[in-house]
């Protein structure tokens, strides 16, 4: 049996790694449409003192160790479902009889009046983020679309290099999607103390050549660098081709496979069916489920029938805050507190039935992570613990698993 | 030359569960498990994080960053995202004293 696995991001690599942890020992081809040897994106918005490294995903030789055949700077072109092959931009064709899809997502572009706006930078690769370390420094003037995660994280980064940064968010606040209102405020007061200019609930009219933002208000905003941080779009034109089916992503059962049963897509890139959440397809892009996945779907191209149903994980590093959050929240109905300590909480989101849901956690350093972890296991045996236990930070939310059913 | 250091009482480690230890510019984790102790280097081998604050679940430390797994007995990585062991070091006890031998 030969795999191939189109896309060499976090999901894909680690599918490659799982499919030879699982004993398959046939031929895995891994295209890599970068030209870089494959790494992990989170520290691109996170990096070091020594600034931003390419930190290999699982260790420098672990492919050529694991005979993964790795082949770089190729982008798949095409896929032909009748002779199950794929076509490489290197004109070679890659031969399968399982085929795995995980090309991830790419920045959503800044679009004005309907034009692109080519002054408009993004962050998603590593050459993405060495390009804008390289001009970041003091007095600099950078400018961020967005008040999602990334743009967050590289407020707080290019604020340790002194850069004067000035955040454009056009909803009524930041993080509105993802993060209940009270953290995000917490979040947003300590990008202020830092030293970050919000424009919040401000649309932008215009971007000049010379990159002078002018918001609608008419407030000018002189920038060296625009930087776009407002959503991403998943890589699906691939299986648009192949005639897969798309719904926010390319679509997939519960064992990740496409409606083509010799093709499976994971991570960014698909939208899947949730055991947890009513069965509904959603797609998220964070970087454990993309780990999960590719390990689930490597189980299935090899035979497994088990259905993806892995709790939901993210986080986020702002300054000295760290973020977490299990779950789904967006059925919830009330909301419980946990102080942990005069900085640190969580807010536990529960349904109607009293079901936990989701759990979301903001503190200093590690302080919310054992809790959120609590959280996500009884998330997953949808339990419904008690809101007094869950509001006493000195209760130990360890012992509710053992009596959750 | 090893030599055997005092980390702390046995009675400081809660049963299935971790602490930390620091010393000599060092830092180490220390687990006990059904009157089993053991201990391991004190940060995880993927961006040096105290695993101290990590999830004691039998005999596996879960880093508290990305949850990336070791089995504390022997270091050995447990999947994603580590890939590095974690070093691991010889413990003995001595009157509820708890020691570990380091290099
Ligand atoms: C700057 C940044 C910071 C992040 N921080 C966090 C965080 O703190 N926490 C968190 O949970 N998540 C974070 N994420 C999200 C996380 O990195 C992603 O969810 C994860 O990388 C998804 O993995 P993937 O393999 O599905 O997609 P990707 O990592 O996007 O990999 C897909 C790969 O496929 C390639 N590709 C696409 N099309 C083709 C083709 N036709 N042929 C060949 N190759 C192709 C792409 O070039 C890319 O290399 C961050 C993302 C970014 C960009
Ligand atoms: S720092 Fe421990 S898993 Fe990443």
């Known amino acids: ?28 081809d891994l295209v890599n449409g970068e030209a870089h040897i494959p790494y992990e994106r989170p520290p691109l918005s996170k990096p070091s003192a020594d600034g931003v490294a390419l930190k290999p995903i699982g260790g420098t030789d672990r492919l050529l160790e694991d005979r993964i055949a790795l082949h770089s700077d190729s982008i798949a072109l095409s896929i032909d479902r009748d002779a199950r092959e794929v076509a490489l931009s290197n004109h070679e064709r890659l031969p399968y ?26 962050l998603r690769s590593y050459d ?28 707080a980064e290019a604020r340790k290099y002194g850069a004067i940064v000035t955040l454009i968010e056009s909803a009524p606040r930041i993080l509105g999607r993802a993060v209940p ?46 930087l776009a941080g407002i959503g991403s779009l998943p890589n699906i034109e691939l299986a648009q081709k192949a005639e897969l089916t798309i719904g926010n992503g390319i679509a997939v059962n519960g064992m ?59 986080w986020s590093d702002q300054y000295d805050l760290t973020l977490q959050i299990a779950g789904l929240a967006m059925d919830a109905t ?9 900085q640190a909480s969580i807010l536990f989101h529960l349904a109607a039935d009293g079901r936990l ?39 130990k939310l360890k012992s509710l698993l053992s009596s959750a059913v | 030359m090893t030599q055997w250091i005092k980390a702390c009482k046995t009675d400081d480690i809660p049963d299935e569960d971790v602490i930390r230890f620091d010393h000599d510019n060092k830092t180490y984790a220390l687990y006990r498990k059904d009157d089993q102790f053991f201990a391991t280097d004190g940060l995880c081998t993927h961006e040096s994080v105290h695993l101290a604050d990590g999830l004691v679940m039998d005999y596996t430390i879960e880093c508290p960053k990305h949850n990336g797994r070791f089995d504390y007995r022997t270091g050995a990585a447990k999947g994603a995202p580590v890939c590095i062991n974690l070093k691991t070091y010889p413990t003995k006890i001595e009157n509820d004293d708890l020691f570990i031998e380091l290099a």
Not at chain 1, 110 to 122: F, I, K
Not at chain 1, 186 to 202: D, L, N, P, S, Y
Not at chain 1, 379 to 393: G, N, Q, Y
Request: glycine share 8%; charged share 25%.
């Open chain 1, 1 to 28: 049996m030969r795999i191939v696995i189109i896309g060499a991001g976090e999901c894909g690599v680690r599918a490659s790694l799982a499919l030879r942890e699982q004993g398959f020992d046939g031929a895995i």
């Open chain 1, 97 to 122: 009889d399982k085929l795995l899809i995980a090309t991830g997502a790419r920045p959503r572009p800044l679009v004005l009046n309907g034009n692109d706006v080519p002054q408009a930078r993004y």
């Open chain 1, 128 to 155: 993405d983020a060495k390009a804008l370390y390289d001009v970041i420094s003091p007095d600099f003037r950078l400018t961020i679309l967005g008040g999602g995660f990334i743009g967050l994280e590289i407020a």
């Open chain 1, 181 to 226: 209102a009270s953290l995000a405020a917490k979040i947003e007061a300590r990008h202020r103390m830092a030293g970050v200019t919000f424009h919040i609930g401000k649309a932008i009219a215009s971007v000049s050549a010379a990159r002078m933002i002018t918001l609608e208000d008419g407030t000018e905003i002189p920038s060296d660098v625009v």
């Open chain 1, 256 to 314: 990740l496979q496409t409606s083509d049963p010799a093709i499976y897509a994971a991570g960014d890139c698909c939208s899947f069916p949730h055991p947890l959440y009513d069965n509904k397809h959603i797609r998220i892009e964070s970087w454990r489920a993309a780990q999960e996945q590719g390990d689930h779907a490597a189980k299935a191209m090899l035979g497994s029938t088990d259905a993806y149903q892995a709790v939901p994980w993210f």
């Open chain 1, 334 to 342: 009330e909301e419980i507190e946990r102080k942990i300590d005069e």
């Open chain 1, 357 to 395: 849901l989701a759990a979301s956690g903001l503190g200093i350093g590690n302080s919310i992570a054992r809790d959120i972890r609590f959280a996500e296991m009884l998330i997953a045996k949808r339990a419904k613990p008690d809101k007094t236990f869950l509001a006493d930070p000195a209760f």
